[in-house]
């Protein structure tokens, strides 16, 4: 789990890029510039690991465009204690940012290889997210609730069960939409049944699918 000087200073021009485009939390800034993006992705695109980019991490799934984690991540507003449950755990990268930010995370995965694949890494790199696999439709009603809820694929529609698992006060970020682009959203949960709804932008993410996928 090589993390060379080339890699740390690839890391901190990346970071000042994600600064750039508007990122103003210096708390994610600097948990950009930490994590070593190359070891959550195939050797294949190590070379490309520090590009503001996104990249197939296989099972027809992505590793977030750096810039899209950030800006999901900032919209969260994450605060040090906060349990967080993550949908969509993919390479296992968000769920580390959230864990530098000082989130408890709980993470859901519906894809049995990736699943595997990430929290054998996520050991292996030093963080410790509580990974699972299931479907991220249904949530994890077990630990709930949670004071923030972050979705990381493109949801057709936004599961009454993730807002019920919510806590009043919390807040839910997610994508919106079934074609190629999506509407980033953010619901603040105001009461047990009561929700406001502020939009924010337009991003591609690949899509939130429906069912635990079979082994």
């Known amino acids: ?5 080339k890699h740390k200073g690839m890391r901190k021009r990346l970071a000042e890029e994600v600064r750039r485009k508007g990122i103003k939390d210096e708390r994610i800034i600097n948990a950009i510039n930490k994590i070593p993006r190359h070891l959550f992705m195939d050797s294949s695109f190590l070379e490309f690991a520090y590009q503001d980019k996104p990249f197939p991490i296989g099972s027809g799934q992505t590793i977030s465009q750096p810039y899209t984690v950030a800006f999901q991540t900032e919209l ?3 605060k040090k204690g906060d349990k967080v449950l993550e949908i969509g755990t993919g390479s296992g990268y968000q769920a580390c940012i959230l ?5 408890k995370v709980f993470s859901v995965e519906r894809q049995k290889q990736l699943y595997l694949k990430a929290e054998k890494n996520l050991i292996q790199i030093g963080y410790n997210p509580k990974v699972f696999y299931g479907d991220g439709y249904k949530g994890m009603p077990a630990f ?9 694929a ?3 529609y936004i599961p009454d069960t993730l807002l019920q698992q919510l806590k009043v006060g919390g807040r839910l970020v997610v994508p919106v939409g079934k074609g190629n682009l999506q ?3 953010a619901i603040d949960k105001t009461g047990e049944n009561d929700f406001t709804e502020t939009e924010h932008g337009h991003f591609r993410f690949v899509p939130m699918l429906n069912k635990k996928a079979n082994d």
Request: charged share 25%; aromatic share 8%; net charge negative.
């Open 183 to 185: 509407v980033m959203k």
């Open 144 to 152: 709930a609730p949670y004071d923030k809820i972050l979705i990381t």
């Open 76 to 78: 969260l507003e994450v």
């Open 99 to 103: 864990e530098e930010l000082g989130a």
């Open 154 to 156: 493109a949801a057709p």
């Open 1 to 5: 789990m090589n993390d060379t000087y």
